[in-house]
């Protein structure tokens, strides 16, 4: 495989420490033994790979899927829980210029309907996720922060009425509340829809690392650690921890990036009271290296951030220990309160910064679904939906941009595009601090 990071990100040791995982019973199947024939091919158990799956099961199609490691081992076990508005990172104003008003009008659409989808999802099968928070709040941590905020033409809530609404802290501003979106445990929901996918008859098969994909004939041969998997259609859904070479025409359009999380012992009510936060919003700030954080159910706190570089254990120690640090200077009367948990793990950029999700280009029965910048666990869901869709024949009716059927520019430097995150980051936290 050519993955782009250390050896440590693609291992359990990054995700040793992850709070969800200390909540369900992970969803497993042993490893597959020998050939397998079937009508399409999942390579990625992941938000978007399992509702495609469903999808396709739905319609009639033999699926198999495929993880190396299980259900949610991903990005989509290990995330903040923002099921949410998102899955792009290009500006408005980009999206508007380079696609026109009626496909932004359907983006947002189809945000929505992300939202929506999941939603669904949670009744028909009946998933417990721990749900919470009535949409999210963003917060503005500079004075030029609040200022754009005030030029957007949003309502802007200033820092005594966010106290008023338990959201307090030094650098918060003032905040805008979008309504759209919900707080929910991952771990549980990727659970929830495995097993969704096992009763409706979709195969299984975990600690299974596809090593080639090859077109043979008129369908694929894939060949993995124990045998191979023969099928008419694969979908590739790895998002951040997917490889140049599975497939080639992947090479350089993705660019995975590290996020790290931690998670507090329980709060009292007095610690609540001291800092002055009480909400169980989704929050997140205005900084570009953005910090997300919620108060879970059970009185917990949840805390993450872009801005890791590398993934080795020095480099590990040095990012949660600058995580931790931020949470001091952010939450400064919980600066004593033990972290019980902290975990890492990658989101992936695109090269135009939207989404792909639909068929690949010049490969017939070869499809794709990655890029989510970060808020996969609405946008991922639904385009692996719309996906399974497209592989089916089936009309697609819901709200779907077509730039997310472009295939994305590579990044430059190929192998080595990493680089390019240490002068972004560079940029981005000089702008962060004005």
């Not at 026109?100 to 999941?118: C, E, H, K, M």
């Not at 096992?198 to 090859?214: I, P, S």
């Not at 023969?230 to 080639?248: C, E, I, K, M």
């Not at 999380?261 to 929050?283: C, F, K, N, Y």
Request: proline fraction near 5%; aromatic fraction near 10%; glycine fraction near 12%.
């Amino acid at each position: 495989m050519q993955r782009i990071y250390e050896p440590l990100a693609y291992s359990d040791e990054g995700r040793a420490g992850c709070y969800w995982d200390s909540t369900v019973t992970p969803v497993t199947d042993p490893p597959l033994q020998g050939d397998l024939r079937a009508d399409v091919a999942v390579i990625g158990a992941g938000f978007a790979g399992l509702n495609a799956a469903l999808e396709l099961r739905q319609s009639g199609a033999e699926v198999v899927v495929l993880d190396s490691g299980y259900a949610g081992w991903g990005a989509s076990g290990r995330n903040g829980g923002f099921c949410c508005e998102g899955g792009a990172k290009a500006k408005v104003s980009t999206l508007r210029h380079q696609y026109g008003a009626n496909v932004l009008a359907d983006w947002d659409a189809a945000q929505t309907a992300s939202i929506n989808y999941v939603d669904g999802l949670l009744s028909r099968y009946g998933i417990d996720v721990d749900r919470h928070s009535h949409g999210e709040m963003l917060l503005a941590h500079s004075p030029r922060a609040l200022e754009k905020m005030q030029r957007s033409g949003a309502t802007v809530i200033n820092r005594e009425a966010l106290a008023a609404q338990g959201i307090k802290g030094p650098e918060f501003l003032g905040g805008i509340h979008g309504p759209r979106g919900f707080a929910l445990n991952p771990r549980k929901y990727i659970d929830g829809l495995a097993q969704a996918c096992r009763a409706a008859g979709v195969r299984f098969a975990f600690g299974t690392t596809v090593g080639a994909l090859q077109r043979i004939g008129s369908g694929w041969y894939l060949t993995h650690s124990t045998g191979s998997v023969s099928a008419d259609q694969v979908l590739v859904a790895t998002n951040g921890y997917s490889s140049d070479d599975l497939p080639d025409w992947l090479r350089a359009r993705y660019l995975p990036v590290l996020s790290s999380i931690m998670v507090t012992r329980a709060l009292t009510p007095v610690e609540l009271h001291a800092q002055g936060w009480h909400s169980d919003l989704m929050s997140y700030d205005s900084r570009t290296l953005l910090h997300y954080f919620r108060l879970l159910p059970e009185g917990r706190f949840l805390f993450g951030m872009r801005g890791g570089l590398a993934s080795t254990p020095k480099a590990e120690a040095t990012t949660r220990a600058r995580l931790r640090a931020n949470f001091n200077r952010m939450f400064p009367a919980w600066a004593a309160v033990e972290a019980t948990h902290m975990w890492s793990g990658l989101v992936c950029i695109m090269g135009d910064l939207v989404p792909f999700a639909g068929a690949v280009p010049g490969q017939n029965g070869l499809y794709a679904a990655l890029g989510w910048h970060g808020n996969g666990v609405a946008m991922g869901s639904y385009a692996g939906k719309i996906v399974g869709q497209q592989m089916a024949g089936t009309t697609v009716s819901d709200p779907w941009p077509e730039f997310m059927g472009r295939p994305s520019r590579r990044f430059p430097l190929g192998k080595q595009r990493r680089m390019l995150m240490h002068l972004a980051y560079l940029a981005y936290g000089l702008g962060d601090r004005m």
